[in-house]
């Protein structure tokens, strides 16, 4: 990013003063009584009082007040309005308040001018309730357009819009004209999305008045009635175009609203604007353009701003102070909290918003989060702050992260005990927790306990069953919030067309794509990268790539997901070229990608170029390789048969190979029948993690693949004695909208019997064109004949038979599989699309194989 420099006038100097509340009213002024008693007058002690009350020193006035009515002297109703309007000024409240009650003590009687000023008074402090008693004790004889504005503006202060409205309204009926100050809370009062259409009515009303020019907070009002009711940033921004005057709290407030809408960039850019007009930002504006610094990751132009916050004088500032530590937390190139927490510990005094953005920030760098759980111990022991529910939101998501519930059930406990167990963000973080831990029946119980669930419980609860691969619920529980009358965002599709992915389930997710269109939401970019890689993960590449081109701007994700498509499905050359496209475009690619470039050179036996890929990460795009990618050049050279090099890059690693990396070698040694570098990698594995099943399973097949059986039975004591399970071989597909799996030897389908006819009259037709099964890949010592029937009964070809007689020609046959498909299923079906004229899809765990006409997509290379 160019650097910018930014040079600001020097903010102006102000006095204030603060007011003790506890202040004894018992002590009179400096003046003493005794020597000169007589010489106090009404007008010198109302006089006294007026101008300490105008110089802002409220408690010496009402203390002066006290004087009066000790020597007999009623103070009138003048003096009792300066000092009233004095303390809406300085935001007094409580002075005012208890002035309220020496007005009803002195029994006065009351003006049009001090009740609009009681009216004002309580709408300011949130007590709209005693507002609307001293309206509606004025009557139609005291009421002017003051009093109305005042009451309109109380209303939607407080949040009752309707009656804001109405009493706009009433006003009219009235006979009264609105000024600006009415206009601005009837706006205000229709700023949000059910009474918007109102304020445009309103607005117009406003313009043949003629006020629209007259007052700053009338345009102020405007711009949020555009944005808040209708996400309308450009009208916004032409209501600030044309206001006549524009001051800082104008140019804040456009800022931040552009900042909230998500176009930092703007909001930037208006501030640079703001700063050529020569005015100074306060700590509001400051705080949103770190705002739009953190969502950019512009970290050299967030540290040019913190100079500037310096200079101005607010880097003490709670509220910016929180900004600089979010800021720097989110922009950390090197995931390291260190100029974060330098920012926190700057900051003379810590309120609960600075403990909290700090442990906040520790939680999202990723990796920190134990530094978060000891913050929140000093936060009470050491500072002695309570945490709020925004607190408890960042430490559950916490817990999550390190799969400690039991932890995040004691910190929930102490949330419970400061009763913000039913604040929806802390309850929707403990659903994120418990989905994160893989415990859902807890989930789904704080899910159920949550007094008024909104839409990020029910995403909450659905993108947990997603991820743990329960997507039956989550279409469940989706059908359960459309009847519910709440209305799904985009998280809620993204989550779904991933749970669709997850288990291959192609027509739900055309349904869900279906149900797109009609919302609107297709033209999100979330979405569409999910339905590409819906789509492509469905075995539907075509459609994938439709979505993709379609797309009005693809980022990185967008492009990864088409890649990782294209690598997966075996068309290595023209994911390639895809991220060449990509690389041509600007895209910078991050590791996802990386681990989708050097799959598909995996998948296709392109040894040179995952060579060239790899060097090229780091060196031209600045990506350090992770232990994933390792794993991936370990699987370039394993498939290949090149063992001895795999050996030699692995003990090349600038880290200890995992063991991700340990089975991968493991596996192609499988394949290549190498038992010695086998044992070798699973000792390596076995040495991380004694009770890993796979290491188990991969080196006594490899066993079994060369005949030794006594190895073999070996391993599989050892595994009983341990209690180890082999994941069982499963497959699935979707016929008439409902998932079909399939286990090996599975009678329990209705369909059972038809199925194995089928798949006998199969076994007599491939074996008629050449097929000869392959006993090699039953890894029992059985004879021969046992181990043909073996064959027969692996879940592939038994939801390859079903797929057979439930599915009419011209449409291919998806199948899903766990474990990777066995390799005399693979010629089996290569035969089965010769004698059937049909194409047939398979995913592995690895890839997808497309086979038509006895050839498949992988060419015999997985």
């Known amino acids: 990013m160019m650097t910018i420099s930014l040079s600001l006038p020097s903010p102006p100097t102000s006095s204030s003063s603060s007011v003790n509340l506890l202040h004894s009213r018992q002590e009179t002024t400096t003046q003493s009584l005794k020597p000169h008693h007589r010489t106090l007058t009404f007008e010198s002690l109302k006089d006294r009082a007026i101008t300490q009350a105008n110089v802002g020193r409220i408690d010496e006035a009402i203390s002066t007040l006290d004087l009066m009515s000790r020597s007999n002297l009623t103070p009138d109703l003048t003096t009792y309005s300066v000092l009233l309007k004095s303390c809406i000024r300085t935001r007094n409240f409580k002075l005012g308040q208890l002035l309220h009650s020496k007005l009803i003590e002195s029994r006065v009687q009351l003006d049009t001018i001090l009740l609009n000023s009681l009216i004002s008074l309580y709408s300011k402090c949130g007590d709209w309730k005693k507002a609307e008693d001293i309206f509606t004790s004025m009557g139609g004889s005291l009421r002017d357009l003051v009093s109305w504005s005042a009451m309109i503006s109380s209303y939607a202060h407080s949040g009752l819009n309707s009656e804001g409205i109405f009493m706009f309204i009433e006003m009219l009926e009235f006979g009264e004209l609105p000024n600006e100050y009415c206009f601005t809370g009837v706006i205000r009062a229709c700023s949000n999305r059910e009474y918007a259409e109102i304020g445009l009515v309103v607005y ?20 949020d009635m555009f944005v808040k009711g209708f996400g309308d940033l450009k009208s916004a921004r032409k209501v600030f175009d044309v206001m006549p005057e524009r001051n800082t709290v104008s140019w804040t407030l456009m800022i931040t609203r552009f900042m909230q809408m998500g176009f930092e960039r703007d909001a930037i850019e208006l501030f640079l604007d ?15 353009v770190l705002s739009a610094c953190s969502e950019l990751g512009w970290l050299s132009f967030g540290r040019q701003l913190h100079s500037l916050v310096v200079k101005n004088g607010l880097c003490l500032d709670v509220c910016v102070g929180c900004s600089l530590v979010d800021m720097y937390a989110k922009c950390a190139v090197d995931g390291s909290m260190g100029d974060s927490r330098k920012a926190f510990n700057q900051m003379q005094d810590h309120n609960v918003m600075s403990w909290t953005a700090i442990i906040t920030g520790y939680v999202q760098n990723g990796g920190s989060d134990k530094e978060a759980i000891e913050l929140y111990y000093r936060m009470m022991v050491e500072g002695k702050v309570k945490p709020n529910h925004f607190t408890f939101a960042g430490l559950l998501k916490a817990c999550g992260n390190l799969f400690n519930p039991d932890l995040g059930e004691q910190i929930y406990n102490h949330a419970v005990k400061l009763g913000l167990a039913s604040v929806n963000c802390v309850g929707n ?25 909104n839409l990020v419980s029910y995403n909450s609860l659905v993108d947990g069953y997603v991820k743990n691969m329960e997507a039956d619920e989550a279409f469940q529980l989706y059908n359960q919030i459309e009847n519910s009358g709440a209305s799904v965002d985009a998280f809620t599709f993204a989550s779904l067309l991933s749970g669709a992915a997850s288990i291959g389930a192609i027509g739900k997710g055309e349904q869900i794509h279906a149900r797109l269109l009609k919302s609107g939401f297709v033209s999100t970019q979330c979405v569409c990268n999910a339905l590409v890689s819906m789509y492509t993960r469905c075995g539907n590449i075509e459609a994938g790539f439709q979505v993709f081109n379609e797309m009005e701007d693809q980022n990185v994700v967008s492009w990864t997901a088409i890649i990782t498509g294209f690598a997966k499905h075996g068309f290595a050359k023209r994911a390639l070229e895809l991220f060449e496209q990509m690389l041509g475009f600007g895209v910078k690619p991050n590791e996802v990608t990386y681990i989708a470039v050097l799959s598909a050179c995996s998948h296709a036996g392109l040894i040179d170029e995952g060579w060239s890929h790899f060097r090229a990460m780091y060196k031209e795009h600045g990506v350090r390789p992770r232990m994933e990618h390792y794993a991936c050049m370990v699987d370039i050279l394993g498939r290949s048969g090149l063992l001895d090099k795999a050996i030699d890059f692995i003990n090349s690693m600038p880290f200890t190979a995992d063991a991700l990396v340990w089975r991968t070698l493991l596996s192609a040694c499988r394949v290549h029948g190498n038992t010695d570098i086998g044992k070798h990698a699973a000792e390596m594995i076995l040495e991380q993690d004694p009770n890993d099943p796979a290491a188990h399973v991969l080196l006594s097949n490899l066993y079994a693949s060369t005949g030794q059986w006594e190895d073999v039975a070996k391993i599989r004591k050892g595994m009983k004695e341990r209690n180890l399970v082999k994941e069982a071989g499963c497959s699935w597909m ?29 076994v007599v037709k491939i074996k008629g064109i050449g097929y000869v099964p392959d006993t090699n890949f039953v890894l029992h ?47 089996a079906m290569k035969y089965v699309s010769i004698a059937t004229e049909r194409e047939i899809v398979v995913r592995d765990s690895n890839r997808f194989h497309h086979i038509k006409n006895g050839r498949c997509s992988c060419n015999d290379y997985w």
């Open 429 to 453: 973080s403990l659903i994120s927790m418990y989905t994160r831990t893989d415990r859902m029946e807890d989930a789904r119980r704080a899910f159920e306990y949550l007094f008024e669930k």
């Open 734 to 762: 979707e016929i008439g909208n409902k998932v079909h799996k399939f286990y090996v030897g599975d009678t329990s389908h209705p369909e059972a019997k038809e199925i194995y006819e089928e798949l006998d009259e199969l």
């Open 781 to 827: 010592e059985v004879e021969e004949e046992q181990k043909e029937k073996y064959l027969f009964q692996h879940s592939e070809k038994i939801a390859l038979a079903y797929g057979l007689i439930s599915t009419g020609k011209p449409k291919p046959i998806r199948i899903f599989k766990n474990l990777r498909v066995c390799g005399d299923c693979h010629a």
């Open 204 to 223: 117009g009303f406003l313009i043949k008045t003629g006020y629209f020019e007259s007052d700053l907070c009338v345009g102020c009002a405007l711009i």
């Open 274 to 288: 703001m700063v050529l007009m020569g005015l100074v930002p306060d700590r509001f504006t400051f705080s949103s």
